[in-house]
Every structure is written in structure tokens, then in C-alpha cells.
């Protein structure tokens, strides 16, 4: 099985927008055999802080920290995407 990995981009777009606080977020909670990554420009500018779960591509875009709970929870742990959180360009509803 792939480790999995969590990119955040912190690129210029996405840091105004907060993913610095994202990321640190994400490392607050640590999960074993999760990287927590800071990314670069993830192509997706004007939609973050966006978030991309490896190896699974799961998009999630507008991700706030008090919102990073529940992918740790949902989607990290017990491996079920929260729906309302997805990026709709790949994950249309």
C-alpha cells in the first residue's frame, strides 16, 4: 500500500490565503505513515488554500485550519472524503 501523502500548496496565491495556517494545521494533527507536505504551485490559483491527497487525488480547495480535522478524521483515518469540502473541478457533485 502507498503512503499516503497531503500537499498543501503555499505558493503566493495560496499563502495570502491562508495555507500557512493549513499546513501547520495538518502537522498539529500527525498521523502515522501521513506526510504532511508543503507544496508549490498545485495549478489551481484563486481556489485555495488547496490541499491534495496522494496517492487517492483527492482535491480539496478553500480548506480552512479549523476545517482540518475533519479530513484527518474523515478521509485520513477511516478513509472517507468529506464530500463538502471537494474541489469541484475534479470532484464534481
Known amino acids: 500500500m502507498t503512503p499516503k501523502r497531503v500537499l498543501i500548496c503555499t505558493n503566493r496565491t495560496c499563502r495570502k490565503q491562508g495555507s500557512q495556517k493549513v499546513l501547520a ?47 484527518v478524521e474523515r478521509h485520513l483515518q477511516r478513509g472517507i472524503p468529506v464530500k463538502g469540502m471537494l474541489y469541484p473541478k475534479f470532484h464534481p457533485q
Open 25 to 71: 494545521a495538518f502537522q498539529s494533527l500527525p498521523i502515522p505513515d501521513v506526510t504532511i507536505e508543503s507544496s508549490s504551485c498545485l495549478g489551481q490559483c484563486g481556489n485555495g488554500p488547496m490541499v491534495l491527497i496522494l496517492p487517492d487525488e483527492i482535491w480539496y480547495s478553500q480548506v480552512q485550519p479549523d476545517e482540518v480535522r475533519a479530513v
